[in-house]
């Protein structure tokens, strides 16, 4: 910053913060931990590059992610925000999967209190049966390869690591 406080990336890397450093307005010297895993995941130096290349407008943004996926990187390096992905695509199939059982089994309740009442033809539940057979299917081949190619991933949601 060319004052007093040199920011997070030039008081790592122990250099003088020049008046234009291009990490001083994205990696404040208060947050040290911030460009620390920056750094060791994708190096200063390319760092600098990806900034200089994006408008000014945008770094904010680009380095937000790039905090998010050094995270993730650091927390699973294999599969780094892919992991996180794929366990929150996993929660949603199963919770649709609950949910559509769920709606199938308070129609089967509505149609035995009420037989008479007009309620959804044969076609309508033979469609919402399909369904939940059908989710239920998609579940079954994601759990038995593991989630993620056969991998499993070990709870990459760990929000002290991935959303700093």
């Not at 680009?62 to 695509?89: H, K, M």
């Not at 959804?120 to 033979?126: G, I, S, V």
């Not at 049966?129 to 059908?134: I, K, R, T």
Request: net charge neutral.
């Amino acid at each position: 910053m060319g004052g007093a406080s040199p920011c997070a990336s030039c008081k790592l890397l122990r250099r003088r913060c020049a008046k234009d450093c291009i990490f001083a307005p994205y990696f404040p010297s208060d947050d040290p931990h911030k460009f620390a895993i920056v750094h060791k995941v994708f190096g200063a130096s390319n760092v600098s590059k990806m900034l200089q290349e994006i408008p000014v407008q945008q770094r904010a943004d680009a380095v937000s992610s790039l905090v998010y996926e050094a995270n993730a990187r650091v927390r699973d390096p294999v599969y780094g925000c892919v992991g996180a992905i794929s366990f929150l695509q996993n929660q949603v199939s199963q919770l649709q999967m609950q949910l559509a059982v769920a709606q199938a089994e308070i129609l089967c309740i509505q149609m035995q209190q009420d037989p008479a009442a007009t309620g959804p033809t044969h076609l309508q539940l033979d469609q919402h049966q399909h369904a939940v057979q059908n989710h239920h299917h998609q579940y079954l081949n994601f759990a038995a390869s593991g989630g993620n190619g056969g991998v499993m991933i070990q709870d990459p949601l760990k929000r002290e690591y991935l959303w700093t």
